[in-house]
């Protein structure tokens, strides 16, 4: 579990710290201050090893990707890539941080790319590239005193052969891996998207293997008192979770059931994805009506230790974090952390709140978040 989480020129974040984490950290502030940055740099962290991934956090902010000269250029702050992004952690596996050091190049001549180290489409027999970027981004990372790894990206266009005589062109990102052996296993839950309905049912089927039903049920049951059970049921061949609802003479797909229940659901089904690591939650609070959330939280801190998943959520919300602390209360000083990132002139700071600090401001009625 960290223990600690530094992060350096990233996106609006020039230096930022925040130690003695718990097994749930929430992360609150004004809008635009980092709060889900710090959750994408975690998240980076640990794909130590794709630097794609710094194109994907751009996807859940719904931007698209960037042309060859811009690519990757926004995660470092002030869009200056002369300054290396610098993103690093403590914790309870030992002595030596883990390190990843983030920045753009020239890159590297093609020929010097073994081919069998990139990692291609299945359709690129049928592609051949047309420009390729000047620059690639890599991740340089530091696993103990000796695990160290590099892996890079790239920005190039392709051209794929549709009929004789016709060809499609399209941008993507490769990559050259230098694959991180134990990497640590996350899962970023945006705010507003949601994962496709073939890993919302792949996740349950796992839960269904491990005779988890019932924890699940249990959650959700908070949010739907009427939901007696749940199946998996294909329509048009995808598989797609069904409620069976009190009342009703037919299973539901889940989706009918409101925005609320199916953030939620998607949260404990990656429970198990995230087994052993990090479940990174945008907005947490968002679906969930104040009266459950006390509640909510002392049943996500009951999986979170089943499965060893240590969570980390942005809230915009003082009664979220009201709720956080009344449903860990009893849970230990190190369940729940709470840090709050205020804007100082250019800086931002990080601002620990402990479970009496935040006792107190309940106490007299303070804001917190």
């Not at 223990?3 to 502030?29: A, D, K, W, Y």
């Not at 794909?47 to 991934?53: A, C, H, V, Y």
């Not at 005589?165 to 941008?171: H, Q, S």
């Not at 990174?280 to 996500?300: A, R």
């Amino acid at each position: 579990m960290l223990t600690s989480f530094t992060v350096t020129n990233f996106r609006n974040l020039e230096s930022v710290t925040l130690e003695r984490l718990g097994r749930m950290t929430l992360i609150g502030g004004k809008n635009g201050v980092g709060k889900t940055a710090l959750l994408e740099a975690l998240w980076l962290l640990a794909g130590s090893d794709l630097p794609e991934l710094s194109e994907r956090i751009n996807s859940f902010r719904g931007l698209p990707t960037l042309g060859p000269e811009t690519i990757f250029q926004d995660i470092f702050r002030n869009f200056d890539t002369s300054t290396h992004i610098k993103i690093s952690a403590s914790g309870d596996w030992g002595s030596h941080p883990r390190k990843l050091e983030i920045y753009l190049q020239k890159r590297q001549q093609v020929d010097a790319i073994r081919a069998d180290a990139l990692e291609r489409a299945s359709i690129e027999r049928l592609t051949r590239p047309l420009t390729e970027g000047e620059f690639e981004l890599v991740f340089r990372y530091q696993h103990g005193s000796d695990g160290k790894y590099m892996s890079r990206a790239w920005w190039v266009a392709e051209q794929m052969a549709v009929a004789p005589g016709a060809a499609l062109t399209g941008e993507s990102i490769r990559q050259e891996r230098q694959a991180v052996h134990n990497r640590t296993n996350s899962i970023f839950m945006p705010a507003v998207l949601r994962d496709s309905l073939q890993a919302i049912a792949l996740r349950f089927g796992k839960f269904q293997l491990e005779r988890k039903d019932a924890e699940i049920l249990r959650f959700l049951r908070l949010l739907e008192p009427r939901l007696t059970g749940l199946t998996l049921i294909a329509i048009n061949n995808i598989p797609v979770i069904h409620a069976y609802i009190d009342g009703m003479n037919r299973p539901i797909p889940v989706q009918l059931l409101g925005e609320g229940l199916n953030r939620m659901l998607g949260l404990i089904l990656s429970m198990s994805e995230a087994r052993g690591g990090l479940l990174l939650i945008d907005e947490i609070e968002n679906g969930l009506h104040h009266t459950v959330q006390e509640k909510v939280f002392s049943i996500l801190m009951d999986m979170a230790r089943s499965f060893d998943v240590q969570i980390f959520a942005t809230t915009h919300s003082d009664e979220c974090i009201r709720a956080a602390h009344r449903g860990l209360a009893k849970q230990g000083h190190q369940a729940l952390a709470f840090y709050r990132l205020d804007r100082v002139q250019e800086d931002i700071n990080a601002v620990g709140f402990g479970s009496e600090r935040i006792e107190t401001a309940i106490k007299y009625n303070m804001e917190i978040r």
